[in-house]
């Protein structure tokens, strides 16, 4: 029996029908499973504006396949547009918000399944995080990612051209009408950023264990393919439920091990481990754990795909070379094969079954035996900087500052070192510092996306660092180091940290140094004051007391 005929059989719950059939809901539509769609769509962000159309696609094939679609909205908020200002401190934040909501929406109406539909930086992990907490039939889909712009700077544009672009209009490198005329052409469709970001990571992750359709991250948004594979979800659902195949069955160890493999192989986010982490604390996993499977899987897994910002493909090149399915098949070796799938299928027999309609490009996609590099897409570093984590990502780094000592430049905020960067202040051989933007010191642990961009801009990238406690886009090159925990508002070394220190970012040894004594850090450690939070109140305020450490997946802890 279907877990929402529970509450729907009478004559005891026929309360709980006549709520139903005030909306219009028939007795045939209450035979069926109840599955329910949290759909994301909004008209603010890109990533998400054609999921209304999604949507409606999705409860074709529900209704095709036998079930009664039940659609719900859910908060979204674009990374881009929050940054560089006090709103980007919910960005983070609001990935727990979302995970609260579904789980709350499905639980009320004691849904059978559900379908999740969304695209973009934290509104997929949100949905994942819902996803581990709900042991019933789930499938995530997202509404696939935008096409390219103008060739920009030798390559196709994109949303962060902008940032890029007026780092070189101040540097003098374009003139006005060059810049402003590039706000027209860097998006020229709706979807989730053309580029290897945060979005089109999880994304391809969520594909990778097994919680999407084979093939369906990247089809871009504007395809006719992406409203194909929408109803082919609602199709997929109906047949997770009658099966009784639950988000449990799909995400174990083993499923998110195929994630960070395809993480490390294809050179994602950074982002994707402070989400996964979280996402494994819902199903029990410790962060600890966690950290682990990342240093041993950075250290066996070939970098075999590059895109943008790692290359000058995009998404949309990404998606035609094969995409995950591609990427999935030259490493399977690698990957845990029999895995279960929303298919209600295997790994493998998903990919021996995959279809391809383009030809490949060994130029996005390589494979094991000859791959861009051998290992490290991402990398975990530690030292006495970072006792507990720092993230990186050297599938987007220069090979020649994959080791980088420099000296530092310290800011207390995202703003001071923004300014200090377009000020001219900033120069070759600079570490800047940017601290107190961790999860608890943000709060929200903002991305210093614009910081780095700033310094491509002026032509600093190969010659300067950035190391935080804070975040970076996907999109983000250049040497940097970012969820350096514990974080300043911790107390953490970085808090300690003075303008003119040498440190020293060692991506091949997994290291980050600050060169400065025990004896002097335990000295400067006697001398720091904690500063007084920036939110006190509403849900900042909340969140800035129960967010837990970068290291733990920024999860919130309601002990404290």
Same mark, same amino acid.
Request: glycine fraction near 10%; proline fraction near 5%.
């Given at each position: 029996?279907?877990?929402?005929?529970?509450?729907?059989?009478?004559?005891?719950?026929?309360?709980?029908?006549?709520? &139903?059939?005030?909306?219009?809901?028939?007795?045939?539509?209450?035979?069926?499973?109840?599955?329910?769609?949290?759909?994301?769509?909004?008209?603010?962000?890109?990533?998400?504006?054609?999921? +209304?159309?999604?949507?409606?696609?999705?409860?074709?094939?529900?209704?095709?396949?036998?079930?009664?679609?039940?659609?719900?909205?859910?908060?979204?908020?674009?990374?881009? /547009?929050?940054?560089? !200002?006090?709103?980007? !401190?919910?960005?983070?934040?609001?990935?727990?918000?979302?995970?609260?909501?579904?789980?709350?929406?499905?639980?009320?109406?004691?849904?059978?399944?559900?379908?999740?539909?969304?695209?973009?930086?934290?509104?997929?992990?949100? %949905?994942?995080?819902?996803?581990?907490?709900?042991?019933?039939?789930?499938?995530?889909?997202?509404?696939?990612?935008?096409?390219?712009?103008?060739?920009?700077?030798?390559?196709?544009?994109?949303?962060?051209? %902008?940032?890029?672009?007026?780092?070189?209009?101040?540097?003098?490198?374009?003139?006005?009408?060059?810049?402003?005329?590039?706000?027209?052409?860097?998006?020229?469709?709706?979807? $989730?950023?053309?580029?290897?970001? $945060?979005?089109?990571?999880?994304?391809?992750?969520?594909?990778?264990?097994?919680?999407?359709?084979?093939?369906?991250?990247? =089809?871009?948004?504007?395809?006719?393919?992406?409203?194909?594979?929408?109803?082919?979800?609602?199709?997929?659902?109906?047949?997770?439920?009658?099966?009784?195949? /639950? $988000?449990? *069955?799909?995400?174990?160890?083993?499923?998110?091990?195929?994630?960070?493999?395809?993480?490390?192989?294809?050179?994602?986010?950074?982002?994707?481990?402070?989400?996964?982490?979280?996402?494994? !604390?819902?199903?029990?996993? *410790?962060?600890?754990?966690?950290?682990?499977?990342?240093?041993?899987?950075?250290?066996?897994?070939?970098?075999?795909?590059?895109?943008?910002?790692?290359?000058?493909?995009?998404?949309?090149?990404?998606?035609?070379?094969?995409?995950?399915?591609?990427?999935?098949?030259?490493?399977?070796?690698?990957?845990?094969?029999?895995?279960? /799938?929303?298919?209600?299928?295997?790994?493998?027999?998903?990919?021996?079954?995959?279809?391809?309609?383009?030809?490949?490009?060994?130029?996005?996609?390589?494979?094991?035996?000859?791959?861009?590099?051998?290992?490290?897409?991402?990398?975990?570093? +530690?030292?006495?900087?970072?006792?507990?984590?720092?993230?990186?990502?050297?599938?987007?780094?220069?090979?020649?500052?994959?080791?980088?000592?420099?000296?530092?430049?310290?800011?207390?905020?995202?703003?001071?070192?923004?300014?200090?960067?377009?000020?001219?202040?900033?120069?070759?051989?600079?570490? @800047?510092?940017?601290?107190?933007?961790?999860?608890?010191?943000?709060?929200?642990?903002?991305?210093?996306?614009?910081?780095?961009?700033?310094?491509?801009?002026?032509?600093?990238?190969?010659?300067?660092?950035?190391?935080?406690?804070?975040? &970076?886009?996907?999109?983000?090159?250049?040497?940097?180091?970012? !969820? @350096?925990?514990?974080?300043?508002?911790?107390?953490?070394?970085?808090?300690?940290?003075?303008?003119?220190?040498?440190?020293?970012?060692? =991506?091949?040894?997994?290291?980050?140094?600050?060169?400065?004594?025990?004896?002097?850090?335990?000295?400067?450690?006697?001398?720091?004051?904690?500063?007084?939070?920036?939110? /006190?109140?509403?849900?900042?305020?909340?969140? $800035? +007391?129960?967010?837990?450490?970068?290291?733990?997946?920024?999860?919130?802890?309601?002990?404290?």
């Amino acid at each position: 029996m279907y877990r929402s005929k529970e509450i729907l059989g009478r004559p005891e719950w026929s309360f709980n029908r006549s709520v &139903f059939k005030s909306i219009g809901y028939s007795d045939d539509d209450l035979k069926r499973p109840l599955i329910g769609i949290a759909n994301s769509w909004n008209e603010l962000v890109p990533g998400h504006y054609n999921l +209304r159309q999604m949507a409606e696609a999705v409860k074709k094939g529900i209704y095709r396949a036998g079930g009664t679609a039940c659609e719900f909205g859910v908060i979204a908020g674009c990374d881009g /547009t929050a940054q560089g !200002h006090a709103g980007m !401190h919910y960005i983070l934040p609001s990935r727990d918000l979302i995970a609260n909501d579904i789980e709350t929406m499905v639980e009320i109406h004691h849904l059978d399944a559900v379908v999740l539909l969304g695209s973009c930086d934290k509104i997929v992990p949100g %949905m994942l995080l819902a996803a581990a907490r709900l042991d019933i039939p789930v499938i995530f889909m997202g509404g696939g990612p935008m096409l390219g712009g103008k060739v920009f700077d030798n390559r196709k544009s994109d949303l962060t051209s %902008m940032s890029e672009g007026l780092g070189m209009l101040r540097a003098g490198k374009i003139d006005e009408p060059t810049f402003n005329s590039l706000e027209d052409v860097c998006g020229p469709t709706c979807g $989730s950023c053309s580029f290897y970001g $945060s979005a089109n990571t999880m994304n391809c992750v969520a594909e990778a264990m097994g919680i999407s359709l084979p093939g369906a991250a990247l =089809i871009p948004a504007v395809y006719a393919d992406r409203t194909r594979c929408a109803e082919q979800t609602g199709e997929a659902i109906v047949r997770l439920t009658q099966q009784g195949i /639950t $988000s449990h *069955d799909i995400l174990t160890m083993d499923a998110i091990e195929n994630g960070i493999r395809v993480l490390m192989a294809t050179g994602g986010s950074t982002n994707g481990v402070l989400h996964l982490t979280a996402m494994a !604390h819902e199903l029990g996993i *410790d962060h600890e754990t966690m950290l682990a499977v990342f240093d041993k899987l950075s250290a066996t897994t070939p970098l075999i795909a590059k895109v943008n910002p790692a290359s000058s493909y995009d998404m949309e090149d990404f998606y035609k070379a094969g995409g995950i399915p591609k990427v999935m098949t030259e490493i399977l070796p690698l990957l845990h094969k029999d895995c279960m /799938t929303v298919t209600g299928t295997t790994v493998s027999e998903n990919l021996q079954n995959y279809i391809y309609k383009y030809e490949f490009n060994p130029q996005v996609i390589k494979t094991m035996a000859e791959p861009f590099e051998s290992r490290k897409g991402l990398a975990i570093l +530690r030292g006495n900087l970072a006792p507990e984590t720092g993230v990186t990502k050297p599938a987007a780094i220069d090979p020649s500052i994959l080791t980088f000592t420099g000296t530092a430049k310290c800011y207390d905020s995202e703003e001071e070192a923004e300014k200090a960067i377009l000020g001219g202040d900033i120069v070759a051989g600079d570490v @800047v510092v940017i601290r107190y933007e961790g999860p608890k010191g943000g709060p929200g642990m903002r991305e210093m996306f614009k910081a780095m961009k700033y310094l491509y801009g002026r032509g600093l990238a190969k010659s300067t660092a950035l190391v935080t406690d804070g975040r &970076f886009s996907g999109t983000n090159n250049g040497c940097f180091v970012g !969820h @350096v925990s514990p974080e300043a508002a911790d107390g953490g070394p970085i808090a300690l940290v003075k303008d003119g220190d040498k440190i020293t970012i060692d =991506i091949p040894n997994n290291t980050l140094t600050l060169h400065v004594s025990d004896e002097e850090l335990a000295q400067r450690k006697k001398n720091w004051v904690r500063p007084k939070p920036k939110f /006190t109140h509403g849900w900042l305020g909340l969140y $800035s +007391r129960i967010a837990k450490s970068a290291a733990t997946g920024a999860i919130l802890d309601l002990n404290e």
